[in-house]
């Protein structure tokens, strides 16, 4: 009986408003925890102190990885310490990556919607090695043509800076790689809105839009002046070299053309091995060939561009002129070549 009287008695105590008296502390509950204590030092397990720093290779990889955060200044800090580690490193010395590596982690930054990530990147191809480029330019060109094809204008004349650098290193094995000439003389009548001669439609001067107003003509000059090193490399011959390994291998004629090939893959455009490439995927290793395609694709269209680019003058005309310069004097030599 005494017990389930207590057990009743307790129940009640939940249920009951405590009276607070003045003058006297409130009572502590029962879940109540002093943390009047005051701790001199945490210890953590786990803490573990290196007093070695990590090395440059780690760092570079580090860096490497980090191409891909979200952040756009953490991207461009990343891109500048790339680029003078790989400046400052010591003559003769490889690269802490092989460029086999470090280019595909910096394609996806080709198309990249900070200006100030893009400017970086370009500086940092500069100072990459220019003759182990040329392997990877079916890849690194996927992805120029895709910024000449963008949606943002900043983007497409970012696309021609990187293609300015591609001719400049690799300029020969740009336009003699699969879909490096056709493929991307398309793009460049898209990026002027010359529509090509070759569909159905009615020729038309449509202007595609080049970002900020009054920009047009720096934007437009930047794109002719890159069509036109692009149309040099790939419809003019270089004879001047023939001519003087003719001479020094005298009285033996054409020896370069017997001897063991200098660059890798030699017989890729055969496609041995490959899929079925249809005449935009064709490699088209020789002048004369570009010249033909050249002739008779994308003639009409481009005469008509360069006429309504030479009629609005400055340097906008003088660019059209140049480029027209290039055209018929490649042109007619191909067809005194073929007479």
């Known amino acids: 009986m005494g017990s389930s009287v207590k057990k009743k008695r307790d129940k009640k105590k939940d249920f009951q408003k405590q009276k607070l008296k003045v003058g006297k502390a409130r009572p502590q509950a029962a879940n109540f925890t002093d943390t009047s204590f005051k701790s001199k030092a945490i210890v953590l397990n786990t803490q573990s102190l290196n007093i070695s720093a990590p090395s440059s290779s780690d760092q570079?990889?580090?860096?490497?990885?980090l191409l891909t955060s979200r952040s756009d200044t953490q991207r461009k800090e990343s891109l500048s310490y790339l680029t003078s580690t790989i400046v400052s490193r010591p003559v003769g010395s490889p690269l802490q990556q092989p460029v086999s590596i470090l280019v595909p982690?910096?394609?996806?930054?080709?198309?990249d919607g900070s200006n100030g990530v893009r400017n970086q990147l370009l500086k940092l191809l500069r100072v990459l090695p220019s003759g182990e480029v040329e392997d990877l330019i079916e890849k690194v060109l996927l992805y120029v043509r895709a910024g000449m094809t963008h949606l943002a204008a900043d983007i497409r004349l970012s696309s021609m800076d990187i293609l300015s650098w591609l001719l400049e290193v690799a300029g020969e094995a740009l336009v003699s790689c699969a879909g490096g000439w056709v493929k991307t003389l398309r793009c460049f009548l898209a990026?002027?809105?010359?529509?090509?001669?070759?569909?159905n439609e009615a020729w038309s001067t449509n202007k595609a839009s080049f970002g900020k107003a009054g920009s047009e003509g720096k934007t437009l000059v930047k794109i002719l002046s890159?069509?036109?090193l692009f149309l040099s490399i790939g419809i003019t011959e270089a004879e001047t070299t023939e001519k003087v390994q003719d001479i020094s291998f005298f009285p033996l004629s054409y020896v370069q053309y017997h001897m063991l090939p200098k660059r890798s893959n030699t017989y890729a455009s055969l496609n041995l091995f490959g899929s079925h490439r249809n005449e935009d995927n064709q490699m088209y290793e020789q002048c004369g060939e570009r010249r033909k395609i050249l002739s008779s694709k994308f003639?009409?269209?481009?005469e008509r561009g360069l006429e309504s680019a030479r009629q609005e003058g400055g340097e906008i005309g003088r660019a059209a002129a140049a480029i027209t310069k290039i055209i018929t004097q490649s042109l007619d030599d191909f067809g005194g070549d073929e007479a």
Do not use: I, Q, V
Request: charged share 15%; no cysteine; aromatic share 10%.
């Open 60 to 65: 570079f990889s580090h860096h490497l990885g």
């Open 105 to 111: 982690k910096l394609l996806p930054l080709f198309l």
């Open 191 to 199: 990026m002027l809105g010359w529509s090509n001669e070759e569909s």
């Open 226 to 228: 890159t069509l036109g």
């Open 299 to 302: 003639l009409k269209a481009l």
